[in-house]
């Protein structure tokens, strides 16, 4: 069994930063793309950013020169680095995990969710 833990979130003032982790813990061959998305109640999920094994980035537009994502490959740990925060980036983050098992099997895992509230 897989299991995603997350942890870092919480309440910060506008301006301030937070940094996020994402550990995979379980039978793990390897993972391939890892990542974070966020949703706020009433509203679809969003991908904020992604980063391959080999360290390849994407991010939303929405936080780009702002967030910063990086992991370790070997804890199987993704971050994100969040600065300048802003009340329109309060919502429940979620870290994801596309896992490849010993026996070749492949699926995607998702974290419990953390509160990332921005307020003064």
């Known amino acids: 069994q897989v299991q995603l833990v997350e942890s870092g979130g919480g309440l910060v003032q506008p301006g301030g930063s937070l940094r996020l982790s994402c550990a995979a813990s379980?039978?793990?061959?390897?993972?391939?793309?890892m990542g974070w998305y966020r949703q706020v109640p009433g509203k679809e999920r969003d991908f904020i950013a992604g980063?391959?094994?080999?360290?390849?980035?994407n991010y939303a537009d929405s936080v780009k020169g702002r967030f910063t994502i990086s992991r370790d490959n070997a804890k199987n740990t993704v971050y994100v680095q969040m600065n300048t925060l802003k009340p329109e980036d309060t919502a429940v983050y979620y870290c994801?995990?596309?896992?490849?098992?010993?026996?070749?099997?492949?699926?995607?895992?998702w974290g419990q969710g953390t509160q990332v509230t921005v307020s003064s």
């Open positions: 994801y995990a596309d896992v490849i098992f010993y026996d070749g099997g492949m699926r995607n895992y």
């Open positions: 379980g039978s793990v061959f390897t993972i391939n793309n």
């Open positions: 980063i391959s094994r080999g360290g390849r980035t």
